[in-house]
Each structure stands twice: as C-alpha cells, then as structure tokens.
C-alpha cells in the first residue's frame, strides 16, 4: 500500500453491503486478523501494515496502511478512524437517498415495461411470437392487417410508454448531482399543462370535463373539446 491516508471499509449493522469499501477482496481477511476493536501491526506482502478497527452502537470503520508513520503510531490511525465513524449517519443517509431514488427508478421502469409488453401481447400471441422469425412476422403481419385500429393504437401508447421512459431517465440524470445543467427557463403555461396532459390524452378524451387540481384562489380546469382547452382561473 503506497497511499498514505489509510484505506477504509465502513459498514452498518442494518445493512448487509458496506457503506465504503477500498479495502476489496482484503476486506474479509482483514476483518479476521482484527475481529475486536483495537489495532494490529502485521506483515502483507513483506510489508509491515497496521490494520485497526473501531465501532460503534451501529458502525463499524476498519483501515489498513503501510505508510511509516501509522504502522509506529496507533493514535494516528484512531483519529482518523473516529473521524470517518463521526461521519458514517451522514455517508449513510445520502446512501439510503440514493438507493430509493434508484428503486423508485427502476419501479417506474419495470411498470413502463409490463405496459408495453400488455399492449403487444393484447395484439398477438406471445406463444406465436416465439416462433421462428419468418413464421412469426408473417403472423404479425396478418394480425395487423386484420387489426388496423388496434395496432395503430397499440403502436401510439407504445410511443408514449418510450416517451414516458425517457423522461424518467432525464429526470434521474437532472436529479443525480448535475446542479449546473438545471436552469431557470419561462414557458408558456399552456404549452407546458399540454406536455403533461399528452400522455393521458386517450384516457382523458373521454370525458366531457374534469377539475384537475384546486386550492383556494386557484383552479385548474380543463375542458375536453376534442382536448385543446385548459383554463386557469
């Protein structure tokens, strides 16, 4: 180990992956030389190395490093080890964070994909999809042309299932730390209740009117003439 400032593993009682790993593959063979709190000076590779551990009610924090000064002084090592253990409910908050937005992500996904999978197979035969690939175009084919309406409709929702996925995707990306590429803009509040209400057009065109959102001094309402008009007042 050439870096100076320790390499750490830190980990929590609630969880079964550690929070921080730069220990790797060494990780299960350090936390064996030093199964207790306290500190240890070994011999890696021809090399002395101390390897200490420190924890708390919830926390565990382990380090290993070569570096001269820590292998003579275990003070060192403590300080820093109490530091990352200091840090260890913040490092885990922003890792829980991070790890529902990335469940919420792929929920949305896997919804968006089970819909476009019930769309085809409300059209064709998943067992006929299966076969050959001639035997199976010539199959599609025939059920298109002999279902014209359901397959432009299918074709249209499939459309805006991928619209719907992308903007989960740009959504996350906005979301994930890039800071500097959101910026302020001003639209027309027409044109942006529209880019919303695309998605649901289908299903909102069949109904004569709806109030979508009220609070007081405010309402939002739309009228469904052939789904062109929304009024705020």
Do not use: C
Not at 100 to 125: D, P, V
Not at 151 to 156: E, F, K, N, Q
């Amino acid at each position: 180990m050439n870096e100076k400032f320790p390499k750490v593993s830190l980990w929590s009682n609630e969880r079964a992956e550690p929070l921080i790993d730069q220990l790797g593959i060494n990780l299960e063979k350090y936390r064996r030389m030093q199964s207790v709190e306290g500190s240890i000076v070994v011999v890696l590779d021809s090399r002395k190395t101390r390897i200490s551990r420190l924890s708390n009610d919830v926390y565990t924090v382990i380090s290993a490093s070569s570096d001269v000064d820590r292998v003579k002084s275990k003070k060192i090592m403590d300080s820093e080890l109490q530091v990352v253990l200091a840090a260890a409910p913040t490092i885990s908050a922003y890792t829980q964070r991070a790890e529902q937005r990335t469940r919420r992500l792929m929920h949305n996904l896997k919804s968006l994909t089970a819909k476009s999978s019930q769309e085809i197979f409300a059209l064709f035969h998943q067992q006929k999809l299966m076969a050959p690939y001639s035997e199976a175009l010539e199959y599609v084919e025939k059920e298109i042309r002999e279902t014209p309406s359901d397959a432009a409709r299918a074709m249209l929702s499939l459309l805006k299932y991928q619209a719907a996925q992308k903007a989960e995707y740009s959504a996350f990306d906005k979301l994930s730390g890039k800071i500097s590429s959101l910026q302020p803009e001003m639209h027309d509040i027409h044109r942006v209740l529209m880019n919303v209400f695309y998605s649901f057009s289908e299903i909102l065109s069949r109904i004569k009117s709806v109030s979508m959102w009220r609070r007081p001094g405010l309402e939002l309402y739309l009228t469904m003439s052939q789904f062109t008009h929304a009024y705020i007042f």
